[in-house]
């Protein structure tokens, strides 16, 4: 069935990049996306990229799509303490002509001074 | 912007207790969602709904869960004797749907629920 896998936890330095990454299974998904979790909050659409889109640039984020190896990222140039959250990728899943989302765990991003 | 709202946003009660998750989507979507996501764990799919009816449900959406739309405004998700595992943040999402433009799902706050 369809999965999506990140990796947990990273931590970086204000002003640095970030760079979130994710791997799925199902290459028939059309959308992509990208979800920020702020603690005791909802989940946010940060971004998401067509399947049929390598690149997506959105003022400080940008979205790389390598379809050939199900691979998904999501950069944070100049990352700022208010970009510590979770950051969710998602693909999504056409099931009986019905649309659903695929959700990975989580990548906990830590921002330090 | 419209946003969709979920009450209340914390609920806590006793095992075996019917509890009713309340939503409101955004008022022009067509398709309606509930996810949850326990402490830790991934979000997971639990219902669609459209037109009036489940379009697709999860494993966990076993028969102590239901959804309604009662009028053209509330989604609503019930769970008819809750368990201590029925312990999670419960998300409702609603999508315009229409086409490649309306992909993008809309999440509420949640409701994070407690089964003591």
């Known amino acids: 069935g369809e999965d999506v896998e990140q990796s947990l936890f990273l931590s970086v330095r204000e002003g640095d990049s970030s760079v979130i990454n994710c791997t799925y299974t199902d290459s028939s998904s059309t959308y992509l996306y990208w979800y920020k979790q702020e603690p005791g909050a909802g989940l946010q659409l940060l971004t998401y990229i067509f399947s049929n889109m390598d690149m997506k640039q959105d003022q400080r984020l940008t979205v790389l799509l390598n379809k050939k190896d199900k691979h998904l990222s999501l950069r944070i140039a100049d990352t700022q303490t208010g970009d510590s959250a979770i950051y969710f990728c998602a693909e999504s899943a056409i099931s009986g002509g019905y649309n659903k989302l695929i959700f990975g765990a989580g990548t906990r991003l830590a921002v330090h001074p | 912007e419209p946003e969709v709202t979920q009450t209340p946003s914390h609920q806590v009660t006793q095992m075996g207790q019917e509890v009713i998750l309340r939503c409101v989507p955004i008022?022009?979507?067509?398709?309606f969602y509930w996810y949850r996501q326990i402490l830790g764990q991934k979000v997971e799919f639990l219902v669609s709904f459209y037109n009036n009816e489940i379009s697709e449900k999860s494993e966990i959406f076993d028969d102590q869960f239901s959804v309604e739309r009662p009028d053209g405004s509330n989604f609503t998700l019930k769970i008819r004797s809750t368990k201590l595992e029925d312990s999670a943040m419960y998300f409702c999402a609603s999508r315009a749907g229409g086409g490649a433009t309306n992909e993008k799902l809309f999440f509420g706050s949640g409701t994070q629920l407690s089964v003591l």
């Open positions: 008022s022009n979507h067509l398709y």
